[in-house]
């Protein structure tokens, strides 16, 4: 780990074991010390913003965006300002003009740092293999970590002990359920997904996140029916049932998930105090009822201010 003439505190205990190059191209690339500790300095930087104010010493960070972003965008740009660094954007296809690898030697001379969003996993891990600067992944078709530390910093919030908590997904088996599962696993809670047949999440990863699971006391199970999902479930997220690159799949995905959309009827077989939560942006009246984004147990927004908190503690790891 690089050291840095910085005031900022010292990380928790944990982060000081971070390699040099530390990439998280997905959600396991953290150690579960790491994982916790990124939580951990979550909580202190939302706490406490200003102490974390010159910690990245001026650094450049590249955003690279292949895909459309609110959220993720502006929270690293955000993010990466409020700790004194510089945010480089660029949007666009990434190894159209030259090889990816060229692209990726290129930029670890200028910049100290590689945020992408893109389709393929395979950039990501091409990105990182061939970089020398730290890597992180802002989603591709398989994780969205960043949006799983926010969500796992949200909960963490709202239940005073997330060991044993009931996370309900209810939809596609995409990035995002991925994320969820991994972490949620980590963290010694019971993660159901409710998929319609043919949208089940990846195999492998459901391995990796039920070998987790019978190491923390968790459980990670599927079923086809969102109703024995959701019973007596802590929480309830949802996202789109088309993501971004399925755009030609959307209506034989509306027919497909139809039974699938989280309504104030789904919400009232999980526990009176669930909670429920989607990473955003929503398609109200598709997988979730505009009343129940506005209703008092949506935590939407929550998870999307926490997206700012979390991905700060990932810089200050990776970069500080
Ligand atoms: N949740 C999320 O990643 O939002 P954006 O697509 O707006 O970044």
Known sequence: MTSSPVSAPPPPAGIASRIAKGDVTRDLDLTHEEF?????????????????????????????FEKPSLRTRITFELAIQQLGGFAILNDGPIGAREPLKDA???????????????????????????????????LSDMYH??????????LRE??????????????????????????AARLGMHFTIAHPEGYEPETKIVAEAERLAA???GTVSG???????????????????AS???????????????????DDDLMSHADPGAVFMHCLPAKRGEEVTDSVVESKRSVVFDQAENRLHAQKALLLMLLQ
């Not at 990124?38 to 910690?55: G, M």
């Not at 945020?115 to 992180?136: N, Y």
């Not at 079923?223 to 049932?241: E, F, H, L, S």
């Not at 971004?244 to 989280?262: I, K, L, P, S």
Request: with cysteine; aromatic share 8%.
């Open 244 to 262: 971004m690159g399925e755009e030609d799949e959307a209506a034989e995905r509306r027919t497909d998930f139809a039974n699938y959309q989280v």
């Open 215 to 217: 190491e923390t006391g």
């Open 104 to 138: 990726a030697r290129n930029l670890e001379r200028w910049v100290s740092g590689i945020v992408l969003r893109t389709f393929l996993q395979k950039t990501v891990d091409d990105m990182a293999r061939w970089s020398r600067v730290p890597v992180i992944n802002a």
């Open 145 to 154: 970590p960043c949006q799983a530390l926010a969500d796992m910093q949200t």
């Open 36 to 64: 916790r500790a990124v939580l951990e300095l979550a909580d202190d930087v939302k706490r406490s913003p200003a102490a974390y104010r010159s910690a990245l010493g001026g650094k450049s960070i590249a955003l690279l």
């Open 158 to 183: 709202k239940f005073s002990d997330t060991r044993g908590l009931r996370l309900a997904f209810v939809g596609d088996g995409n990035n995002v359920a991925h994320s969820l599962m991994l972490c």
């Open 223 to 241: 079923t086809t029916d969102p109703y024995a999902a959701v019973r007596g479930a802590n929480a309830i997220y949802t996202d789109v049932w």
